[in-house]
């Protein structure tokens, strides 16, 4: 057994280590500044509760990209430096976000020994590589993200920092399934390299019908087609949908994880899910190849997810209402009922229908899913989603790509239990227009203004804020700019009280409501590593059967104009059009 020593190395605070609800995210070339990740750590051990560190057992994992390897070394030798008895690591370094939290909530070591949290390497649906994105988040003992009480101190601590310990072990091969032992002061420290799906697989089986899947992916009417966009997903693509539910592997777009993800912007949705998009007839050139029946795809950690179906995209607010709206017949896991229903803010109100009609409990939390957890650890949601591609439910405290799309498959494997002998195939696109005929539609499409200069960006969201104090002066406004369009009735900024914990999260979106229902929202959104994102949200209910069928982005025209007179975007911004439309 190879024996350590423990060494404190002094350091002095970097003073822009501030977490945000997904972690710490900056450009590689400031994670590789001496120092830099290693007072992270050292941030968040200290913030943690003794137990939770002396003796612990700590996952160290993410999607793969750029600076992981070096990353994941430097996290294992603090990590007996500071104490703990192991760390788990996916092999080579891969595990997806929502496999986290499955092993931090379900895997047991030979010992007996269970996970008390995890450090997780990803920067999400952000590009990877030498000029790119880096990104690291702490998950508790339930799976799900540190929670602000937590975060808060991490960065305080940042604020302060002084030294940090670490341990003289050499690196860790972690390309290898096995356990290596290493013996310091305190006694004995492994690390144990796993298999990076069994736990998630496992996992999977005991929520779904693969049986059910399986008769529909053999159907010959059936086509499916999963791109993981070169992120982790792939690291769960062949296992699931080859293997244990029998789809062909040309099915498989993109499934060789890359530390820059194949050079591409590794997010689910139509602008950046290029050849996903084409391959289901909704690129800008006609294909003579028939698309496939179903298509899906995930994001770089593969916790988010975008749903596709032949020439047709289902929006994630509509997803995640048609999911709860089948769940009780679909999937095995919720044959019981729902607990209850939540939603980010954000996120349309088809969710909120769906809840009223089935009599379910209903929420309406600020983005960030460690709200979502808190409801989940109480006991009173079920399932849950966000506009920006994230569903999951309270299998795990994440939000999970791979969960969404067997649900979906699950959906479809329910919907043509009959059929799949003989008759029509009952398609996404039926599906979709059938819970429209049913709860209604809400029109809804996002604006992305990425990378704008921060100081406008603030000066816009209070510009914002201040015309909220005079409605009337926001009515003039509007009829000035569209006639026809309702009229504002209400204007805020989002606040949440936790109805689990009390706790209360202030300026979380800036609203405006309208008498027909009708939604203006607009966020800044700390999600990327430079720069301000502007997310600007419409929505318009639309109840008549007969005016469901019309193209969104006409339905939404006049709040489209509306919106970005009131907010005067191209004046505080420069920007004459967004950076992606979704």
Not at 95 to 104: D, E, F, G, H, N
Not at 539 to 563: F, H, I, M, W
Request: glycine share 10%; with cysteine; hydrophobic share 35%.
């Amino acid at each position: 057994m190879v024996l350590f020593n423990v060494s404190r190395v002094e350091t002095t605070p970097f003073g822009d280590q501030k977490p945000g609800t997904s972690g710490l995210r900056k450009k590689v070339k400031v994670f590789k500044q001496p120092n830099y990740l290693q007072n992270f750590v050292q941030s968040t051990f200290n913030a943690l509760t003794p137990q939770n560190v002396r003796g612990a057992t700590l996952v160290v994992s993410g999607d793969g990209r750029y600076f992981s390897t070096d990353a994941i070394q430097i996290i294992t030798k603090m990590a007996a430096g500071n104490g703990l008895r192991r760390v788990w690591v996916g092999q080579n370094g891969l595990l997806s976000t929502p496999a986290v939290s499955a092993v931090i909530r379900e895997r047991v070591g030979v010992d007996g020994s269970k996970a008390t949290g995890a450090f997780i390497l990803t920067a999400s649906h952000n590009p990877g590589g030498p000029n790119e994105d880096f990104g690291i988040k702490y998950n508790m003992e339930n799976g799900g993200p540190a929670p602000e009480g937590i975060t808060d101190k991490i960065y305080e601590n940042t604020k302060t920092i002084k030294e940090y310990l670490t341990a003289d072990l050499p690196d860790v091969d972690i390309t290898a399934i096995g356990v290596t032992s290493y013996c310091g002061s305190e006694g004995q420290f492994d690390v144990e390299v796993f298999d990076s799906a069994s736990d998630y697989v496992k996992l999977m089986k005991s929520i779904f019908d693969f049986e059910s899947i399986r008769k529909l992916l053999s159907s010959p009417k059936f086509t499916f087609c999963y791109d993981a966009l070169h992120g982790v997903g792939g690291a769960y693509a062949k296992r699931i949908f080859v293997e244990e539910l029998g789809a062909q592997e040309s099915s498989l777009l993109n499934c060789v994880p890359k530390e820059d993800f194949g050079g591409g912007h590794p997010d689910p949705n139509l602008t950046y899910a290029k050849e996903l998009v084409a391959r289901m007839g909704l690129g800008k050139s006609n294909s003579e190849v028939e698309p496939p029946e179903f298509g899906a795809a995930s994001d770089g950690d593969a916790d988010r997810n975008m749903i596709l179906g032949k020439r047709f995209f289902v929006t994630p607010s509509d997803s995640v209402a048609i999911i709860a709206a089948n769940a009780v017949e679909a999937i095995p896991y919720f044959s019981a009922g729902l607990k209850g229903v939540a939603r980010s803010m954000p996120t349309s109100a088809a969710l909120d229908v769906v809840a009223k009609n089935l009599n379910l409990k209903f929420f309406e939390v600020p983005t960030g899913w460690k709200f979502f957890g808190n409801l989940m650890d109480a006991g009173l949601c079920s399932v849950c989603g966000e506009e920006s591609f994230g569903t999951g439910s309270d299998h795990i405290r994440e939000k999970d790509g791979i969960w969404a799309v067997l649900a979906w498959l699950s959906i479809l494997a329910c919907k043509n239990r009959e059929n799949l002998g003989g008759g029509k195939l009952v398609t996404v696109e039926d599906i979709v227009h059938n819970h429209w005929a049913t709860y209604g539609r809400h029109y809804y499409t996002r604006y992305d203004y990425e990378n704008v200069d921060a100081g406008a960006a603030k000066e816009l969201m209070a510009c914002l804020v201040k015309l909220q104090s005079s409605l009337t002066e926001v009515n003039e406004i509007v009829s000035g700019i569209q006639s026809d369009v309702s009229k504002v009735v209400h204007a805020d900024e989002f606040e949440y009280k936790d109805p689990v914990d009390g706790s209360i999260s202030k300026h979380q979106g800036i609203r405006y409501l309208f008498e027909d229902g009708s939604r203006l929202v607009f966020r800044l959104s700390g999600t990327g590593s430079e720069g301000a994102t502007i997310r600007l949200y419409i929505e318009q209910y639309e109840k008549d059967p007969s005016k469901t069928g019309r193209d969104s982005q006409d339905a939404l025209a006049p709040l489209v104009a509306v919106a970005l007179g009131l907010s005067k975007m191209q004046e505080f911004t420069g920007r004459s059009a967004p950076t992606v439309i979704t």
